[in-house]
């Protein structure tokens, strides 16, 4: 009970600590509009580093996806090549070989290498025809590695390959292909030459050392290093089934004689060449011509004032990635961009987080 006393005036309040309990010394207080702000800030902090942290365990999964998918790939497709090296000695390929020489009017060593170009072109269903999509290379290869015998070499089982690994084109025509840990198409390509040399091989005249144009398009060493990269300048300007040069110079003939252009056939004279597994990577920017992208109906681009054709097939840079018209990275550093900058070079290019069969520097 509360004792209230009374005065002459009047009767006396009780306190208000007693009326008012929670304004009192001990009393509770509600949070500032300071302190919410100051607690929502931090959680929105801690939330964004969850989020990065979350993005970048995801990223690094999908790459190690991607990395084991194409390992995997590329353990078959090197199954395949010591199938079609050791068919090399068997009586079956000396028919091949009189049957090419007979057919192209070749002889010796250059009908030999031709039979041999033949043999991976067919074991490996390529290229792509015309027409297709980014999707293509990977089917033919895929059908090539599970449904093709060569030289003595069964298909594999379809059940070697992940349900992460493949996917079927439902949209077009239900044909299985490969695919990245982003569920992206992994493209292919047999004889990445253009890597090498994007504008071909000069026939009429000899490399400018000093001319940093002419070097770019005939012998690019920074583009082969971001895929395939630790390879000698020796090796990189030699054909692996041709280091005496039979089949550059049967090219050359032709080309003179007959108007016939090697690389829509086969690929770019004196090149390294290796068959190449590629994901976009996380950008999905290629920074190629797609496989199926070839000369004529791809038509031709023009490189620092050449005309190039264009050959997809062969691993030809997309300097213009986006379709604009315009060049949006360059074969060198130190291009202009028009507008008083420069292009990207190589390095900085679309192609620098692409995942290959290779190991990529720095990747």
Request: net charge negative; glycine share 10%.
């Amino acid at each position: 009970m509360f004792n209230v006393q009374c005065s002459p005036s009047g009767p006396l309040h009780p306190p208000s600590s007693i009326l008012h309990p929670l304004r009192g010394p001990h009393a509770r207080r509600g949070f500032t509009l300071i302190e919410i702000l100051v607690v929502i800030t931090i959680i929105g902090i801690l939330a964004t580093i969850a989020i990065s942290v979350i993005g970048n365990t995801l990223a690094g999964a999908r790459e190690a996806a991607t990395k084991a998918t194409i390992a995997k790939i590329d353990g078959l497709v090197q199954e395949r090549i010591r199938a079609i090296d050791q068919h090399r000695q068997s009586a079956a390929f000396r028919k091949r070989v009189e049957q090419v020489a007979r057919r192209l009017g070749v002889t010796g060593r250059t009908a030999e290498i031709l039979a041999i170009k033949e043999d991976m072109r067919a074991a490996f269903n390529y290229p792509p025809p015309a027409g297709s999509n980014e999707k293509e290379s990977g089917k033919l290869l895929y059908e090539a590695l599970t449904k093709q015998a060569v030289f003595g070499l069964a298909p594999v089982d379809t059940d070697t390959f992940k349900t992460s690994e493949i996917l079927s084109d439902s949209a077009d025509d239900n044909r299985v292909y490969f695919i990245d840990g982003w569920g992206r198409p992994l493209r292919f390509y047999l004889w990445p030459t253009r890597l090498v040399r994007p504008g071909g091989f000069p026939t009429s005249h000899a490399i400018d050392p000093t001319d940093a144009d002419e070097v770019a398009l005939h012998f690019n060493r920074p583009l082969v290093d971001l895929l395939i990269p630790g390879l000698s300048t020796d090796l990189l300007q030699t054909d692996p089934d041709d280091p005496q040069n039979h089949f550059a110079n049967w090219a050359a003939r032709a080309g003179q004689a007959q108007g016939f252009d090697v690389e829509a056939v086969y690929h770019t004279p004196n090149t390294y060449h290796v068959p190449l597994i590629v994901s976009a990577g996380a950008d999905n920017e290629l920074g190629l011509y797609e496989p199926h992208e070839n000369f004529p109906s791809a038509g031709t681009i023009s490189i620092f004032g050449e005309t190039i054709s264009i050959y997809g097939r062969l691993a030809q840079p997309r300097l213009d990635t986006d379709g604009d018209g315009t060049d949006d990275w360059a074969l060198h550093g130190g291009v202009p961009d028009g507008s008083g900058g420069t292009l990207p070079g190589p390095a900085d290019g679309p192609l620098n987080d692409n995942l290959t069969n290779h190991e990529r520097a720095g990747g």
